[in-house]
């Protein structure tokens, strides 16, 4: 079993940058995929970014590729997102997930999942 928890949330103004973290417990992360998702009001969950075990595998969305970066530490057993040129469309609750085997894009093999952190862009 692997415990998921998001932090760094928050409210900013367009353009601007917030990093957030997840933390996990119960198990090391070395032994899984990693992705954020989103979910906006109103709207379905979306993939966001993945990262392989080693880190040397990223993948991302159209809407976020130049603007977000994913990264890992094994070490502290956490994923980072680190957005910036935030949008007003980037407002929704952001999920860690962790993935033992399964494409990164499809939210559907991801078995653990944090409970959510919410950001909101205002224009």
């Known amino acids: 079993q692997v415990q998921l928890v998001e932090s760094g949330g928050g409210l900013v103004q367009a353009g601007g940058s917030l990093r957030l973290s997840c933390a996990a417990s119960g198990r090391t992360l070395t032994y899984y995929m990693l992705g954020w998702f989103r979910q906006a009001p109103g709207k379905e969950r979306e993939f966001v970014t993945a990262i392989n075990r080693s880190g040397g595998s990223t993948y991302y969305a159209d809407s976020v590729k130049g603007r977000f970066t994913i990264s890992r530490d094994n070490a502290k057993n956490t994923v980072y997102l680190q957005m910036n040129s935030l949008k007003p469309e980037d407002t929704a609750v952001y999920y860690c997930?962790?993935?033992?085997?399964?494409?990164?894009?499809?939210?559907?093999?991801?078995?653990?999942w944090g409970q959510g952190t919410q950001v909101t862009v205002s224009s």
């Open positions: 997930a962790a993935s033992s085997m399964g494409l990164p894009r499809r939210s559907t093999d991801y078995a653990y």
